[in-house]
C-alpha cells in the first residue's frame, strides 16, 4: 500500500506501534476499505444527482431543487427514504438467492474502486494484474442480475436477466480487446505503470488512429457493460416494466440502483486511467503537486460520466437482435483488426511521444 | 453429437406472460396476453374492458346536449373532435344551418387539437422506444396549446367547447394573437422533433420494417387515421366525406406507402405541418357573425338513422344514431378509431420481438378510453 | 355508383323477389339500406365485397341494435375505390338466441366487432374464429345493452 500522505504515515506507525504486524495490516486494510465505502457510497449519491441534474438540463427541467441548496441533499434524502423502507418478497420466490442478488451486485463495484490510482501513490491496490482483474471483477456482477432475474420468481424479471447474460457476456469481449489494444503499447496491465508510461503523452495521442478506434468500441461496450441507455435493454422499462429488479424494494433495491453509478465510474474511471493520462495533468502543468492528480483524475472521469450520460438522454433504446449484431458482426471484427494494427504500430515504433 | 443436434434437442416452450393492466407501454389500462417464444411475439389477444363504462347506453338515456359531454371521456386527446361528431350528427339531422364562423372556429381547434394530440403521441412514442427526453419536448409544445383552449374555453384537455348548433360561447379576444404566436413558435421547434428523433440511426432501424401493415390489409381491418395513411391507403375523412370549414382550405392527405412503423410515424409528423398549414389558411379570416345557432332547449331528432364520420387524431370516428323522435336517442353507437387500430395488432406484431411491439404500439397511437367505450 | 344504380345493380344479382328477400329503404337514412333475411347475409355480403362494381371492401361500422320485437345487426359498407356507401341490416326475432352469419372472414375487422356485439347483445355469430366476451367478464349475466336488461345496482335511470 502506497499512501503518502503525512496522516496515513501517521496511522500506519501509531498502529505499528501498539500492535504485532499481522493484526496491524488487517485493522488498516479494514479502516482504509471502510473509508473506500463511506466515500463512494455518498459519490454515487452524488452521482445519482448528477444525473438527474443533467438529465432536468436535456429535457428543459429544472431537476431536483428542494432539498438543500439546488437540491444537492436530495438524493440523501432519497437513501433515507429506501433505508426506512419495507423490503417485500414475493411468495414464490427463492429467498436465498433473492437476497444474495443485490449483494452481488454492489459488492463487486466496490470491489473494482481499489484498485484505481487517484493520484501518485494514492491508491489502495496495486496489483499486477490491474486490468485482467478489473474485467474479472466487473463480469462478476452479471451474476447478481442473473440471480435478481431468476429468483424474482417474475417473467418479466426473468426476460431482463435473460437479456443481461447475453448482452454482458457479448461486450466484455469488446472492453477485454479494446483494453488489450492498449495493453499493447503500455507492456504492463498495472494500472500504476500503465499512467506512468503516459507521461510522453495520452495513451489515446500516443496510439493516434488505432487508440481512437479503441476508446470509441470501449466506451459503446462499456455503455453495454454497465446495462445503460441505448443499451439498457435489461430494464427496459417500456418493455419489462423495470426488468430484473422489479420485485425488489427498499435497500436491496437502492444497492442495485447505486450499484448502477458505481459502473459508471469505474469504466469512466478505466478509461480515463487507460486513455487519457489517469491523474496525469495536461502536459504536465501540475506535476510538481502530486495531489491535484485527484482532482485531474476526478474531472476527466466526471467528463466521461457525462458523455455516458448524453447517451442515455438522447438514444433511443437497440433491439435485442440489434444489440447482438452491433458486438458480433461490427464492434468485435473491428476491434480484432484493430488489435493487429495496433502490434504493427507498436511493432514499426509509428507511436507518437513527446 | 454436433451443435445441431443439440440444439434441436433442446426443450423449448412457449409460454404466456401478461402485459398490463398496468405496464408503461400500454398506455393506459390495455391488457394484453402474449404468447411468448423467448423474445419473440407468437400471439397478442387484447383483454379489455377495465375502464368500460358503456357510454352508449349511458346515452340511452341522456339528452343530445349531455351526450357531448360524454364523448370528452372517449378519446380525450382529441375531445373537441368527438364533440363535434356528435353536434354534426345531431346538426345533420336537425337540418340545421351553422353560422360559418362556427365552422372556421371548430376547424380551428380540431387542427389545434390534433396537434397536441400529435406532440403528445410524439413525447410517449419516443419514451416506448428508450429515448426519455422526447417526452418533455412534446409536452412543452403541447402545454402551450393547452393555454390557448384553458383562455377560451376554461378547460385544457375534456374541453366541451361544442354544443349541437354551434359553440358554447365566443372565442377569447386573445385567441387570434396567441394561435398565431403558438404557430410562429411550433414551426422553430417541429424541426427540433427531426434531429431529435427522426434522424437517428437506432431509431431508424427501430422503426423500418417492423410491424408492417399492407394496404389491403389495412381496409380490410379497418384501420383508419395516419394507421391506414401509413400504408397508403387514403382514408382521410376530412378529404373524403368533408365537414366543417375543410372545403375552405387546401391541403394534402400525408400517404406513406411503407406500411411500417416508420411509415406511420412520419405520416404523424407530417400531419403536424399540414395542420399548421390549415390554421394558417383560416385564422385571418374568421367570419364575423354569431357563434350559435338557435336550437330548441329541448332538441329531438326527427325519427331516422343518421351516421356522422370526422377524422380524429386517431382515425375515422363515426357516431350513428337511431332516433325514435324522442329526447333521446334510442341507439347511439360510436365507432372508435382505436377499437379497430387494435384489431389489428395481432396481425402486425406477431414474428417481432417483444421490442417491436412496443414499436408498433406505439404507433398504432391507442388511447383506452377509445377502445374502452 | 348512384342508390338507385347500386339498388337495381344488387336486384340484378337474384331479380326473383320471393328467393331474394331484400328490402331497399333510402327513408330516415342519409344511405341506402337493405334489409337481408339472416340466412342469405353471407352469400349477400360476399358478393358486395368481390363484386367488381360496387366492391365494398371497407366495413367501417358494425353496431348491434335491439328494436325491442328483434334483435338486430347494422354493417356499414364502403367502397374505397368508388367511394359509395351502403347499409345493410339483419333482424331477427328470436330474442333468447339470436344467431347471424359472421363476417369476419370477409372483412378481418369484424371480429372485434362482432365479439362486441355478443358481448352486449348476446347476439351469437356462426363461424366466428374467437366469440367470447370482450369486455365483460366471462360470468357476467345478461346482456347491457339489451333494452330489457335491468342492473338496480349499476344503472340509474332518471
Known sequence: MYIAMNITKNIHEWLLAILPETAASIVEMTLIALVYLAFFAIAGLFLVLLERKVAAWFQLRLGPNRVGFHGLMQTIADALKLVSKELTVTIKADKFLYNLAPYFVIVTALMALSLFPFSKELQAFDINIGIFFLIAISSIGVIGILLAGWSSNNKFAMIGAMRSGVQTISYELSVGLSLMTMVLMTGSLQLSEIVEVQKHGWLIVQGHIPAIIAFMIYMIAGTAETNRAPFDLVEAESELGAGFHTEYSGMKFAYFFLAEFINMFIISAIATTVFFGGYLSPFGITESIPLLGVFWFLAKTLVLIFLMMWFRWTFPRLRIDQLLVLEWKYLLPLNLMNLVLMALIVLLKLTIKF | ?373 | MTNEALQSLINSWNPDPITNGLEFTEEKSQFLNITVQPERLHQLMVQLKSNSETNFDYLFCLSGVDWEKEMGVVYHLESTSHRHIIVVKVKTEDRENPTFDTVSDIWPTAEFHEREVFDFFGIKFNNHPNLKRLFLTEEWDGFPLRKDYVDEINMIIK
Open chain 2, 1 to 373: 453429437m454436433d451443435a445441431t443436434t443439440i440444439i434441436n434437442n433442446l426443450k423449448s416452450e412457449e409460454y404466456f406472460i401478461n402485459m398490463g393492466p398496468q405496464h408503461p407501454a400500454t398506455h393506459g389500462v390495455l391488457r394484453l396476453l402474449l404468447t411468448i417464444d423467448g423474445e419473440i411475439i407468437k400471439k397478442v389477444e387484447p383483454d379489455l374492458g377495465y375502464i368500460h363504462r358503456s357510454i352508449e347506453k349511458i346515452c340511452e338515456h341522456d339528452s343530445y346536449q349531455q351526450i357531448v359531454h360524454l364523448t370528452d371521456r372517449m378519446d380525450y386527446l382529441s375531445a373537441h373532435i368527438n364533440n363535434e361528431a356528435v353536434c354534426l350528427t345531431v346538426e345533420n339531422a336537425l337540418q340545421l344551418e351553422v353560422p360559418d364562423r362556427v365552422k372556421v372556429i371548430r376547424t380551428i381547434i380540431a387542427e389545434l387539437t390534433r396537434i397536441a394530440s400529435h406532440t403528445l403521441w410524439w413525447g410517449v412514442m419516443g419514451m416506448d422506444v428508450g429515448a426519455l427526453t422526447t417526452y418533455f419536448y412534446g409536452f412543452r409544445d403541447r402545454e402551450l396549446i393547452n393555454d390557448i383552449f384553458e383562455e377560451t374555453c376554461g378547460a385544457r384537455l375534456t374541453m366541451n367547447y361544442n354544443v349541437p348548433g354551434g359553440l358554447m360561447f365566443d372565442i377569447h379576444p386573445n385567441f387570434v394573437k396567441r394561435v398565431k404566436e403558438f404557430i410562429a413558435h411550433f414551426k422553430t421547434k417541429l424541426p427540433e422533433y427531426d434531429t431529435l428523433l427522426t434522424g437517428n440511426i437506432i431509431f431508424q432501424k427501430r422503426m423500418k420494417g417492423i410491424g408492417v401493415l399492407t394496404k389491403e390489409d389495412a381496409i380490410a381491418f379497418g384501420a383508419s387515421g395516419p394507421v391506414g395513411r401509413g400504408s397508403g391507403y387514403s382514408c382521410d375523412v376530412r378529404k373524403h366525406h368533408i365537414y366543417s370549414a375543410y372545403d375552405k382550405v387546401t391541403f394534402n392527405e400525408v400517404l406513406k406507402t411503407e406500411g411500417d412503423t416508420f411509415a406511420r410515424y412520419q405520416v404523424r409528423i407530417q400531419e403536424m405541418w399540414e395542420s399548421m398549414s390549415i390554421i394558417e389558411q383560416l385564422i385571418d379570416n374568421i367570419p364575423e357573425g354569431s357563434y350559435k345557432a338557435t336550437t330548441d332547449a329541448v332538441i329531438k331528432l326527427p325519427a331516422g338513422e343518421y351516421y356522422q364520420k370526422v377524422e380524429t387524431a386517431r382515425g375515422e370516428l363515426g357516431v350513428f344514431i337511431i332516433s325514435t323522435g324522442t329526447k333521446n336517442p334510442y341507439r347511439l353507437k360510436f365507432r372508435s378509431p382505436g377499437f379497430s387500430n387494435l384489431s389489428l395488432l395481432n396481425h402486425i406484431a406477431v414474428g417481432g420481438k417483444i421490442g417491436d411491439l412496443v414499436a408498433t404500439m406505439a404507433t398504432l397511437d391507442l388511447v383506452i378510453p377509445d377502445i374502452d367505450r
